[in-house]
């Protein structure tokens, strides 16, 4: 009977310890697999884990967890991404995912970006706009309708005016102010103003196309535009003025008189010209046989240095 206890005793012991072993073999199985560890962690991890990067991070860092096919990773981040918000505990900071319709947003309950499709309003992400307001485009919110003289806007700036009114720096104006002016389009351009020159000097004093066979006649004198007017602006001023003169007379050449002078002249320009043209051709001659001679010396100078380098070297 004895026999039997001890052996059932002994058994039992024998049980346990086994029991125990393979508990210890899977705690240190368990332990390696998993990889925690403070060494070597990279990128702010103050833990990490070789199969799931950091598990927490250095403080006023976020811990944000990408996902790599079925399994998540860990990475330590100054500020979350866009679609995140952030939250700070005692504990850790984490980035916590937005609404399926938040580009970015405050908390879960308040966006500040929406996506495509989506209007902001008051931290809401709508596909159409409450009434009194239209969703703008460019900022992607919803904004106050156009005022009535407006048939477009983008927020309080209108772009194209009701019929009847005019467009200026984002409002309309039934009629557009001082030094303004519409144009076709309908908006209100600035109002340009005639500029002139200063007036050139007074012409010689001739009456009739002539400045001889009279005592009094008139002098003209004139002056540029700069900048024509538009429709609405100041127009230009006289550009030509004139006033009367008076000369010595004298008596106008007659006509076949004139025609022989001016033939005179004309052969006078001819002759000169002639004298002009042979001039040239001298001061071309000149400069030939100048060049010439020229080369002619610099032959013979260097004859006499090749002949003197000759003798030199015979000697």
Known sequence: MQLQLISIVLILHCMEYTNCQHQDSRHRLNKQGSGVSSQGCQGGCQTCSVYNGCLTCKPKLFIHLERDGMRQIGVCLPSCPNGFYGTRSPD?????????????????????????????????CMESC???????ET?????????????????????????GHYLLHGQCYPVCP???????????????????????????CSRSGKTCGFKRGEETRTRKVLQNPSPMGSPCPMTSDKRECFVKRKRCKPKGQRRREKKKHLNLQDKDNGE???ERKREREKETIDREASESRNKTEHRRRRDQSRDAGTV
Do not use: Q
């Open 276 to 278: 002009a043209r042979r």
């Open 92 to 124: 850790r900071n984490d980035c916590i995912k937005c609404g399926s319709e938040c580009e970015s947003c405050f908390n879960r309950h308040f966006c500040l970006h929406c996506r495509a499709g989506s209007y902001l309003h008051k931290g809401k």
């Open 130 to 136: 409450p009434d009194g307001l239209m969703p703008s």
């Open 139 to 163: 900022k992607k919110e919803c904004v106050p309708a156009c005022p009535a003289d407006c048939d477009s806007c983008d927020s309080d700036t209108c772009t194209r005016c009701a019929p």
């Open 178 to 204: 001082d030094d303004f002016e519409p144009n076709n389009l309908n908006e209100c351009i600035p109002t340009v103003h005639c500029d002139v020159g200063e007036w050139s000097e007074w012409g010689p």
